[in-house]
């Protein structure tokens, strides 16, 4: 069972930046392709970003396009969100996720974020105005 844990979530002003981590539990991490989703209070969990095993193909939501950058190392199987141009609107809890398969399949399931197969259990960003 892959268990994936997030870190670096906290408070940070608008217009800032912030980096979370999500580092996996196993080596087979690194054939899959990983995701971050975000829930912000009283809205569904939402799509952010992925990203292919091998890191050459990245998806994102159009509301952080050209503001966040996810990246992976798989050498230290963990996978990154770099967030720029913070606003309050991106005040949520943000959740790695991490989907095997071929890699066509599996961005499409992180991208549409169903039956996505393992999930963390989250670190809060909370994005002051």
């Known amino acids: 069972q892959v268990q994936l844990v997030e870190s670096g979530g906290g408070l940070v002003e608008a217009g800032g930046s912030m980096r979370i981590s999500c580092v996996a539990s196993e080596r087979r991490f690194t054939t899959y392709a990983m995701g971050w989703f975000r829930q912000a209070p009283g809205n569904e969990r939402e799509f952010v970003a992925a990203?292919?095993?091998?890191?050459?193909?990245?998806h994102y939501a159009d509301s952080v396009k050209g503001r966040f950058t996810i990246s992976r190392d798989n050498a230290r199987t963990a996978v990154y969100l770099e967030m720029n141009n913070l606003i309050p609107e991106d005040t949520a809890i943000y959740y790695c996720?991490?989907?095997?398969?071929?890699?066509?399949?599996?961005?499409?399931?992180?991208?549409?974020?169903?039956?996505?197969?393992?999930w963390g259990k989250g670190t809060l960003v909370t994005v002051s105005s």
């Open positions: 996720a991490a989907e095997p398969g071929p890699t066509a399949q599996a961005m499409d399931v992180l991208t549409s974020g169903h039956g996505v197969d393992y």
């Open positions: 990203i292919s095993w091998s890191a050459g193909t990245t």
